[in-house]
């Protein structure tokens, strides 16, 4: 069964640009959740989708943004990118309690 | 708001060493616990899952023990090997996860 895929694994980008980050989850996993992580912040929760709906949503501003399509596959957003917006985004599926976590997306914002 | 807090920050030990990472959280009222592994710029890999209701799991030579009442977890490593060295978080699932800032575990041959 493959496992939870993050594309692309690595980003530069400059401020200002706008970044697309991808998430397709185990086959069969409805619920995707995004996660930002920073050594100064650590994990901190972005924003969950469950059947293409937003279910819950972390306190992070509204050049954060994402959505889930009907295959579950999920996109998050950054518009207006700061240096601060560099990090490792992680994505995570499940079904049901357990949590399962891609290889993330590194991005650097230059 | 939720908390979670990890102890050690860092723990350096030889191999062949039993080992006890800490979790502690603020709120009981939550769904379950997980304990992850992550290596450098890498992602999580899910070690332990710990239902609300449950009081421990083990899985070869981890066990992860739950007290609710308490908030407490802990992640009992056994006869600890160099691969072993990994960040270890624990993460608190309520209506989303809340992770400790993870206990950096360095096993020396």
């Known amino acids: 069964k493959a496992g939870v895929t993050q594309t692309p694994r690595y980003l530069i980008k400059t401020r200002g640009q706008q970044v697309t980050l991808s998430c397709s989850p185990i086959s069969g996993h409805r619920s995707v959740s995004w996660y930002q992580q920073t050594p100064g912040q650590g994990l901190q929760f972005l924003f969950e989708y469950f059947s293409e709906t937003q279910r819950n949503k972390g306190n992070f501003p509204g050049r954060f943004s994402g959505r889930q399509f009907s295959n579950s596959r999920s996109e998050m957003n950054v518009s207006t990118l700061e240096l601060g917006d560099s990090a490792l985004y992680l994505c995570?599926?499940?079904?049901?309690?357990?949590?399962?976590f891609g290889q993330g997306t590194r991005l650097t914002v230059v | 708001k939720q908390e979670v807090t990890q102890i050690p920050a860092a723990l350096s030990v030889p191999e062949g060493e039993n080992l006890v990472l800490n979790c502690s959280f603020t709120?009981?009222?939550?769904?379950?616990l997980q304990w992850f592994r992550q290596d450098p710029g890498k992602g999580l890999t899910s070690l332990l899952l710990?239902?609300?209701?449950?009081r421990e799991q083990t899985s070869g030579r981890l066990n992860a023990s739950l007290d609710k009442s308490s908030g407490r977890s802990t992640l009992y490593i056994a006869a600890s090997q160099p691969g072993d060295s990994a960040t270890y978080l624990c993460a608190v699932n309520g209506n989303q996860f809340y992770f400790g800032t993870g206990t950096s575990l360095t096993v020396i041959p």
């Open positions: 709120d009981s009222a939550i769904y379950n």
């Open positions: 995570a599926s499940s079904f049901g309690s357990e949590a399962f």
């Open positions: 710990i239902q609300s209701s449950q």
